[in-house]
């Protein structure tokens, strides 16, 4: 049964600081990963998609790497906003379409 | 991406009643699925919905609690049934619209409490 292990499970950081969120999981078998930022009481938006045969996707300050091998991915958050706190969810999953959660990293960006 | 549209967004409802969550795709999908996420914890997938056949539960999750209904291949309905406090989440709705390279997108959530 897949695990994910995201952590820290919570930050806090000054505007402007660029931060790595990290997520693990325990097969390695999986076809993508994708993670998704939730605000309070909301639904997930989709951030980024990694391909199992990508090591990585960029998409405006935020990069992700996926090491499929080691059961790990980053995501990396550039010059970071007060509009960027919320909860971050990394995602794999398998050929069943089945997504696997991990609970997240709650980051607080502070002005 | 596909978007798609949930409600009611949130609700409060008396325990014993019975509370059905919609969703509607704005494109064709072939399986929708439904998650429960409890307070303070992550997502927990209900089933996978199939157009055309009964839905698939995960284990720990029943039909009698948590009908799905899947009429056609942009929408689809989940009950929770006979609720208590215990079944205060948020619920969300998901589909995956062009294969596994195209990733997930989800609704946008409703948040249910039971007094």
Same mark, same amino acid.
Request: charged fraction near 15%; include cysteine.
């Given at each position: 049964?897949?695990?994910?292990? =995201?952590? $820290?499970?919570?930050? &806090? +950081? $000054?505007?402007?600081?660029?931060? +790595?969120?990290?997520? %693990?999981?325990?097969?390695?078998?999986?076809?993508?990963? =994708?993670?998704?930022?939730? #605000? $309070?009481?909301?639904?997930?938006?989709?951030?980024?998609?990694?391909? &199992? &045969?990508?090591?990585?996707?960029? %998409?405006?300050?935020?990069?992700?790497?996926? #090491?499929?091998?080691?059961?790990?991915?980053?995501?990396?958050?550039?010059? &970071?906003?007060?509009?960027?706190?919320?909860?971050?969810?990394?995602?794999?999953?398998?050929?069943?379409?089945?997504?696997?959660?991990?609970?997240?990293?709650?980051?607080?960006?502070? $002005? | 991406?596909?978007?798609?549209?949930?409600?009611?967004?949130?609700?409060?409802?008396?325990?014993?009643?019975?509370?059905?969550?919609?969703?509607?795709? @704005?494109?064709?999908?072939?399986?929708? /699925?439904?998650?429960?996420?409890?307070?303070?914890?992550?997502?927990?997938?209900?089933?996978?919905?199939?157009?055309?056949?009964?839905?698939?539960?995960?284990?720990? /999750?029943?039909? @009698?609690?948590?009908?799905?209904?899947?009429?056609?291949?942009? /929408?689809?309905?989940?009950?929770?049934?006979?609720?208590?406090?215990? @079944?205060?989440?948020?619920?969300?709705?998901?589909?995956?619209?062009?294969?596994?390279?195209?990733?997930?997108? /989800?609704?946008?959530?409703?948040?249910?409490?039971?007094?």
């Amino acid at each position: 049964k897949q695990e994910v292990t =995201q952590i $820290p499970a919570a930050l &806090s +950081v $000054p505007e402007g600081e660029n931060l +790595v969120l990290n997520c %693990s999981f325990t097969d390695s078998a999986i076809y993508n990963l =994708q993670w998704f930022r939730q #605000d $309070p009481g909301k639904g997930l938006t989709s951030l980024l998609l990694i391909q &199992s &045969s990508q090591r990585e996707q960029t %998409s405006g300050r935020l990069n992700a790497s996926l #090491d499929k091998s080691s059961g790990r991915s980053t995501l990396y958050i550039a010059a &970071s906003q007060p509009g960027d706190s919320a909860t971050y969810l990394c995602a794999p999953y398998d050929s069943n379409y089945k997504l696997t959660f991990g609970k997240g990293t709650l980051l607080t960006v502070n $002005p | 991406s596909a978007v798609i549209s949930q409600k009611p967004s949130r609700d409060i409802c008396q325990r014993g009643t019975s509370l059905t969550i919609q969703c509607q795709v @704005d494109s064709q999908v072939t399986m929708m /699925f439904w998650y429960r996420q409890q307070p303070g914890q992550s997502l927990t997938l209900i089933a996978t919905a199939n157009q055309g056949s009964e839905a698939t539960y995960e284990s720990g /999750f029943v039909i @009698d609690k948590f009908p799905i209904s899947r009429p056609n291949l942009t /929408f689809s309905t989940l009950t929770v049934s006979n609720m208590s406090p215990e @079944d205060s989440s948020i619920y969300l709705c998901s589909a995956n619209t062009g294969g596994f390279n195209y990733g997930y997108t /989800f609704g946008s959530g409703t948040r249910l409490t039971v007094v």
